[in-house]
């Protein structure tokens, strides 16, 4: 019985390391994507604006057809999903080499959203399934490791490629990595999902949103998502303007090891001590390193202090954030829960980005920086105070 228990448990570790391969290759494709989609948009012939339309509708359509894909982790299992995630992310690079009009283009970029709908949620959910429960911090730690290392490593590889020999070699490299991934996605053993008696889109996501217990997390993540998208869309353009810093994607190079730190120990952490004690402090992070970037004028050095604590606080505080969800929500349930968290994200990273813009339209990207970094720190002590009443009247009722 020892025996097969052993055999059993190493069966799953390889089935997991080997979704970690293809999580990569998915990310990776994700990533560039991302990055170089809008230059290509500008190589064909487009503007600034339809390359930010482009985008638009890629996390649109990726929001709506979310609807689907989430419910359908649950009804079906995880490796359905998984892998027409992994062929629309495999396959769409083909489609970005054979674009040759802005049409076209777009075209593929909401081709690509299957992946995005269909992939990331399940992807959590999966990792969630292979995980004991008093390690679900580090498991789903272990997942966000791999995708910040796709992060670091795929556009910095993309554009030496692309300086080097052009988009079409590219999307060439991206097919066939893809195209491997889809391959070693068919033979990943998925494990079998309790499946819920009412598992219909709509039914699904109305009882997510409804329930309580999981608006906390869903409130640190909305919380994460602003700040990510604050940093990720204006921090390299102020950083031009307000120092002589030649090369501001160094900023998310410290982002990304602090991020990576912060994957590697904050899931042990969480584990140990509780979701929540880790979590509030994480945000305070993220919202300093968001706020002290009003005082990069003073100092170069600020840049470093502020990827450093926003890198931490945002791979820390989402990696906790995701396995609170797993740890609330019902097991039969877990894809809708973690397809509506990704919709989260996606959501509030544009209202951010969307909000500080116009701010600093008005009162300028330092002081915006300053006011949305503050604005999360207060949020994270509101959301303390609002979890320690909650503990208290539990408390209350089980004494009645």
């Known amino acids: 019985m020892l025996e097969v228990t052993k055999n059993k448990v190493s069966g799953n570790s390889i089935h997991l390391l080997a979704f970690f391969g293809v999580a990569y290759v998915v990310f990776l494709n994700f990533y560039t994507a991302i990055t170089i989609l809008p230059m290509y948009t500008l190589f064909l012939g487009g503007s600034e604006m339809t390359a930010g339309i482009q985008s638009v509708l890629f996390y649109l359509a990726a929001i709506v057809m979310r609807f689907y894909f989430g419910p359908m982790t649950d009804r079906l299992g995880r490796k359905a999903p998984l892998l027409v995630g992994a062929i629309a992310f495999g396959t769409a690079p083909f489609f970005f080499l054979i674009s040759d009009n802005l049409w076209m283009l777009g075209l593929a970029r909401i081709y690509q959203a299957i992946g995005l709908a269909a992939f990331l949620s399940s992807g959590s959910s999966f990792v969630a399934d292979m995980a004991p429960a008093e390690k679900m911090g580090r498991y789903i730690g272990a997942y966000r490791l791999v995708n910040t290392l796709a992060l670091l490593s795929g556009p910095p590889l993309a554009m030496a490629i692309i300086n080097h020999s052009g988009y079409d070699l590219w999307f060439k490299v991206a097919f066939a990595a893809g195209a491997v991934a889809v391959i070693l996605m068919t033979v990943i053993k998925t494990p079998p999902v309790d499946k819920w008696e009412h598992s219909g889109s709509l039914t699904s996501f109305k009882a997510v949103l409804t329930n309580i217990n999981l608006r906390p ?155 949305t970094g503050a604005a999360i720190m207060i949020a994270a002590l509101l959301l303390l105070r609002n979890l320690k009443q909650s503990t208290v009247k539990q408390s209350l009722r089980s004494l009645n």
């Open 217 to 371: 997390a869903f409130f640190s993540i909305a919380l994460i998502s602003i700040s990510y998208g604050v940093l990720l869309t204006f921090t390299s353009l102020y950083i031009s303007r307000v120092t002589q810093v030649v090369n501001p994607g160094f900023y998310f190079t410290y982002f990304g090891v602090a991020a990576i730190a912060a994957n590697l120990a904050v899931g042990f952490l969480s584990d140990r001590f509780g979701r929540a004690a880790v979590l509030l402090p994480e945000l305070v992070l993220m919202g300093l390193g968001t706020a002290i970037l009003f005082f990069l004028p003073l100092s170069a050095m600020i840049l470093i202090v502020s990827s450093i604590l926003a890198g931490f606080g945002f791979g820390g505080a989402l990696l906790t954030s995701i396995a609170w969800l797993v740890d609330l929500a019902d097991k039969r349930m877990r894809g809708t829960v973690l397809a509506v968290q990704e919709s989260t994200i996606d959501c509030f990273f544009g209202i951010g980005s969307f909000i500080f813009g116009v701010a600093a339209d008005w009162i300028g990207m330092g002081l915006s920086f300053a006011v």
